[in-house]
């Protein structure tokens, strides 16, 4: 099978998808010692600006973090180690779900502090460019992170100095429960942000081919005028805010939103679209079948793998 673009594209979506399926089908068994905050809806936002991103890129994030964290490694073990608090996790069980890091891979790490990540993400820009580094940080955010004084100041700093950021705001339309029509007094974010020296790119595409052009063109910006870009990134939150489950019966949103949404669902956009691009439906399914089986084998290690000393919490620590 030859790895194409729109095939590492789908690998990175269905390894994420069948990631999380898997924290649901377990979760209640009580052994994930962790919140999770679920990624089903914004897949593609994940799988497409990461590969853009590619080798060079560097990534920060919020809570939300398992789709940037998996589709940055595609690995499974560490991950898995982790959110069941073993001392094979990533952190040695220390982090959870909400604090994913990989740094060698460029995922410099996510924060479960609400727009805590964007002024790191502009101090890595600027450090890449007082060093002459290609990288560009990106930091992933939620819309309810503008509500905060760190996402106007990291945005101006990074004009100001000019440095090669791009911020990247998944917008599920909600701070938690709460709609953007009550929480912002202005009626476009990205006519703001267009005002500051920055290029804006909008869409509310499920597909991850769009999202990864959309992002190329977004990053080809940065390092030709040399000035941040602004993805703004539309998706709908398929679960609860926190949790494993639906949230439909607490009626802030309905289940007719969900259904719409669905309909385009980017993990089977993208199946459909391999399909039409001459893939078979045999090839498809020898991909799927390898991830489940890594994902099956990397939760047998994570269930059979000891979890850390008491005397591990005081290690890794800096004064």
Not at 50 to 55: M, R, T, V, Y
Not at 63 to 68: D, E, F, N, P, T
Request: aromatic content about 10%; some cysteine; charged content about 25%.
């Amino acid at each position: 099978m030859t790895d194409t673009i729109n095939l590492r594209l789908y690998r990175k979506l269905y390894l994420i998808r069948k990631a999380e399926q898997t924290i649901i089908d377990n979760y209640e068994n009580d052994e994930m010692k962790t919140p999770m905050h679920m990624s089903a809806g914004a897949e593609a936002i994940a799988a497409g600006v990461c590969l853009a991103l590619g080798s060079h890129g560097q990534m920060l994030s919020s809570y939300r973090s398992h789709g940037v964290y998996l589709a940055n490694t595609e690995e499974t073990d560490l991950f898995f180690a982790e959110l069941y608090g073993k001392s094979k996790g990533m952190a040695k069980g220390k982090a959870g779900s909400m604090h994913l890091s990989s740094v060698e891979t460029g995922y410099l790490g996510a924060s479960a502090i609400v727009a805590s990540t964007l002024p790191v993400a502009v101090g890595a820009a600027f450090a890449n460019k007082r060093k002459g580094s290609d990288s560009i940080a990106a930091v992933f955010f939620g819309d309810g992170a503008v509500d905060e004084g760190d996402f106007w100041e990291s945005l101006n700093l990074a004009c100001v100095l000019k440095v090669p950021v791009l911020f990247v705001m998944e917008d599920n339309g909600l701070a938690v429960h709460t709609p953007a029509s009550r929480r912002h007094g202005y009626e476009s974010i990205d006519n703001i942000v267009s005002q500051f020296n920055c290029s804006v790119f909008q869409s509310d595409t499920t597909d991850v081919e769009s999202i990864y052009e959309l992002t190329c063109r977004a990053i080809e910006s940065v390092k030709k005028d040399g000035h941040p870009s602004f993805l703004h990134l539309k998706y709908y939150r398929y679960l609860e805010h926190v949790g494993v489950h639906e949230d439909f019966d607490s009626g802030y949103r309905s289940r007719k939103e969900f259904e719409e949404w669905y309909a385009r669902d980017p993990v089977l956009l993208q199946r459909e679209k391999l399909l039409t691009d001459g893939y078979d439906e045999a090839e498809i399914r020898g991909l799927e079948r390898a991830i489940d089986d890594q994902i099956s084998r990397s939760v047998k290690l994570a269930q059979e793998a000891q979890h850390s000393d008491k005397n591990e919490i005081y290690r890794d620590l800096s004064a």
